[in-house]
């Protein structure tokens, strides 16, 4: 079982609809999750960090912890063509290392 | 604030060859880290340092790979011999300090292509 799995997709989503990621992690003892967008050829870079169980938005992101259910899910309203990137899901684990999901294509399709 | 400065962007050298990547992190990041990213999967880690001392190694191939920070801030990651399956893009990052809420800065990265 891999520590942080994502689907890999592609996931397609039409211009101006809500885009959803999610990933799952298997260990509980995770304590922060990041997300990060990753353009074909370049470095990833940082969209989002969630600590506590919940909700936390930031302009037309919003990622969502579940810690309960090991799950982190990362929601992207009013899709635009320049959200097409593949995104990663990092988690801190209980070992106090980040651990990379393998990330998800989206496309957004105008 | 300068971000994560790597070079070279591109290496192209033939199997059991050598060679080297150099990374500038962040002003006043503690923390270095060096990731291995294959096609179509998330960033591996090989080594992170926490100033001049190495945290966590268990996942760099010692045979071959090796790295250094001797002043705590520049670092270099050396491959020697280079196999094919080497061929990936290496991204160095940096965070404030190794801890929970400290997220991590990437560089450009240098993309290896092995002949």
């Known amino acids: 079982q891999k520590e942080v799995e994502q689907n890999s997709g592609p996931l397609s989503v039409p211009e101006g609809a809500i885009a959803s990621l999610n990933c799952t992690y298997s260990?509980?003892?995770?304590?922060?999750f990041f997300w990060y967008r990753q353009y074909s050829g370049k470095s990833p870079e940082l969209i989002m960090s969630?600590?506590?169980?919940g909700d936390k938005e930031d302009g037309r992101f919003t990622a969502q912890l579940n810690k309960a259910s090991q799950y982190v899910s990362l929601l992207i309203r009013d899709s635009q063509p320049s959200d097409s990137a593949t995104y990663l899901c990092?988690?801190?684990?209980?070992?106090?290392?980040?651990?990379f999901g393998s990330g998800t294509r989206l496309s957004i399709r105008p | 604030e300068a971000g994560v400065a790597q070079s070279p962007r591109y290496k192209i050298i033939e199997k059991r060859q050598s060679v080297a990547f150099w990374c500038n992190p962040i002003s006043g990041h503690a923390t270095l880290y060096w990731y291995q990213q294959i096609l179509g999967q998330g960033p591996k880690l090989l080594i992170q340092?926490?100033?001049?001392?190495?945290?966590?190694d268990s996942q760099l191939p010692k045979d071959r790979f090796s790295a250094e920070r001797l002043k705590g801030v520049d670092s270099t990651l050396k491959i020697q011999p280079a196999k094919l399956e080497d061929s990936a893009v290496y991204l160095c990052a940096s965070s404030l300090q190794d801890s929970r809420n400290q997220p991590q800065h990437f560089g450009d990265g240098t993309r290896l292509s092995i002949l």
């Open positions: 340092f926490q100033n001049n001392g190495v945290v966590d």
């Open positions: 260990d509980r003892g995770s304590q922060s």
């Open positions: 969630i600590y506590s169980n």
């Open positions: 990092a988690a801190y684990s209980s070992a106090s290392k980040i651990i």
